[in-house]
């Protein structure tokens, strides 16, 4: 299994706060991905990384940012979370692209209430 | 524009019978890479196999295959005599050669069920 870890598993917080989620890799790989997967949507880019502070928006980046300031973690943060940021967010991680599949962390559950 | 399609939702079987999963995608680029993930109920994600463009052999793996065809625009996945196991989410991704830093389109996914 690829390493890769999420932090905190889950999380409820109120709306108007600001929520910060922590993605750790250990595989030293290059890119990584912030999506969130809500239902009937399947999964959705947030922002992603090609190197340490390179980063780049997604189709659905409004309300998120993400720094990255060593390889191997990637952090996301809601700046000011809302209702419909309530989800689940997965961090994914490649070697490559677009060719090299990703591999996905075990997934971050918020609930913004 | 990139867009993958999953039309099955739902999909409902009785162990050891046999399941094919749907993908339709759409895209301008010639280059493209076709994926497949499985979604158990613990919610991982789990990879399961990378197709390009240029490879439309089709793939087998034990009880699973997979069925590219580039002049449908498919990449069906088919489980051969089901388990309970096989219960899960499953997801078809497309990533195109020049689209930005790799990034996933999926599609809605569809929740496989198989009963005993």
């Known amino acids: 299994d690829a390493g890769i870890t999420q932090s905190p598993r889950h999380k409820v917080t109120e709306t108007g706060t600001p929520v910060t989620l922590r993605c750790h890799q250990t595989?030293?790989?290059?890119?990584m991905y912030w999506y969130r997967q809500d239902p009937g949507h399947g999964l959705r880019l947030i922002h992603y990384?090609?190197?340490?502070?390179?980063?780049d928006k997604g189709e659905v980046s409004d309300g998120y940012s993400v720094s990255r300031s060593k390889t191997e973690d990637f952090l996301l943060t809601l700046e000011s979370a809302t209702s419909s940021q309530t989800s689940v967010y997965f961090c994914?991680?490649?070697?490559?692209?677009?060719?090299?599949?990703?591999?996905f962390g075990p997934g971050t559950r918020l609930t913004v209430t | 524009a990139q867009k993958v399609t999953q039309a099955q939702t739902e999909i409902s079987v009785v162990e050891k019978e046999d399941v094919t999963l749907d993908c339709v995608y759409e895209t301008r680029d010639t280059t493209y890479y076709l994926f497949w993930y499985k979604q158990p109920p613990s919610g991982e994600l789990v990879f399961l196999i990378r197709?390009?463009?240029?490879?439309?052999q089709n793939e087998i793996s034990g009880r699973y295959s997979w069925n590219f065809q580039k002049s449908t625009s498919s990449f069906n996945f088919t489980i051969t005599a089901s388990q309970v196991v096989d219960s899960a989410v499953y997801f078809c991704?497309?990533?195109?050669?020049?689209?930005?830093?790799?990034?996933?389109?999926f599609g809605q996914g569809t929740e496989l069920s198989v009963k005993p």
């Open positions: 990384s090609y190197g340490v502070k390179d980063t």
């Open positions: 994914a991680i490649s070697s490559g692209t677009p060719s090299y599949e990703q591999y």
């Open positions: 595989e030293n790989h290059r890119y």
């Open positions: 197709r390009n463009s240029f490879d439309e």
């Open positions: 991704a497309l990533s195109e050669l020049y689209n930005q830093g790799g990034k996933l389109i």
